[in-house]
């Protein structure tokens, strides 16, 4: 059975890649640094855009952030309609109500802001504007036609959203999470504000920051891994190391939040590339069964995932000990990787992480081993890890 599912991982993972070679990844224009929000809010009005709805929530709102940019859309000449119904984990029911007032109000472009949830409610609406019932673009490049102009600000450092094709939008009816993977999904231009950013909570921080360096670090050690992604991933790698620690202690560390706001920006780029491995593969499922933070999962499964990986896959964790400084040129592969894995617990230590998973029951083991190699068979994973393998994490995590 173990070689069966790792030949139909071989088969999955190989098919894919060759469309992934074959894929365009679209051009950006990135603004960064205090007070780049306005400008990007600037640059919508000057690339002809004049009737701009504003996707977000109802605490961004009342903490005034919208109104900031209504404010630069008006200067420019341009006009804003606001709608703030996004909630955590957005469902089909929010992007048809925001669909709906998108066309009400008959705006020409969509500009997100806020974490992920808000992101990926604007792109289910500009892509539906376009394309049709969101429920209809689940899946792998299911949307055709171009989507609707969409922008993002992003308003948490860990995501990735506004770097990335996929989008995660849950059934209203059944709560069951629906991707969508297009590189059409990719915002047209992306705000890296820091000031929109000094004010996020510690637990937020660590939690979205702890999302980026997984991203960061399953994109570098990944089979579909190359030169451009290893730029990518390794400076995320390396910038979060220095900077997260920082904003951790000190939330009003402007240098030190854009820093990590690019370091997302980077991990989500590599993404585009390369995939993601089986770090998300568990913690989807965590977030799924348990409503456990994605960031919060990611964190927890991550070091445990890595050990697997020194004694199987040891290279690309090796480079990475030397991007971040840990272990000596004159160690093995095997001992640098393992000084790079003990490197990122103590960095997660520091950011008053969990390290095992409460609402985890032993129990339910089985069933989150299922369905994680059920995932993990689309991931282009460094090592295949076996069941065995994937139970001794699981029970590591579990109480």
Known sequence: MRFINWLLHKCIVGLLGVVQKFLSVPTQTLFAGAGSSGQLARHMVAMGHQRILLVTDQILVDLGMAENIRKSVEEAGGELFVYCGVLPD???????????????????????????????????IAASATNGPVQSLVGILKIRQALAPLYAIPTTSGTGSEATFAAVISDAETHRKGFLADMKL?????????????????????????????????????????????????TATRLLFDHL???????QDVQSREAVSLASYYAGQAINHASVGMVHAIAHQLGGLYGTPHGVANAIVLPHVLDCYVEHS????????????????????????????????????????ATRLESFPTSDIP????????ECRLYPVPHWVSRAELKTILDKIAV
């Open 90 to 124: 957005p469902t089909t029911a929010i992007v048809e109500e925001g669909l709906a007032y998108y066309r009400t109000q008959r705006c020409d472009s969509i500009l997100a802001l806020g974490g992920g949830s808000s992101i990926d409610a604007a792109k289910g």
């Open 314 to 353: 040891p290279e690309a964790l090796a480079e990475l000990a030397a991007v971040i400084g840990v272990g000596r040129s004159s160690q093995t592969d095997h001992e640098r990787a393992s000084a790079f894995v003990q490197a990122t617990r103590d960095l997660l230590a520091q950011l008053g992480l």
């Open 186 to 234: 990719i915002p047209l231009g992306v705000a890296l504000d820091p000031l929109l950013l000094t004010g996020m909570p510690q637990g937020v921080t660590a939690a979205t920051g702890a999302d980026a360096l997984t991203h960061a670090i399953e994109t570098y050690i990944g089979r579909w891994s190359n030169d451009e992604v290893r730029r990518l991933s390794g």
């Open 245 to 251: 620690p920082r904003v951790y202690r000190n939330g």
């Open 367 to 374: 069933a989150v081993a299922n369905d994680s190699m059920a």
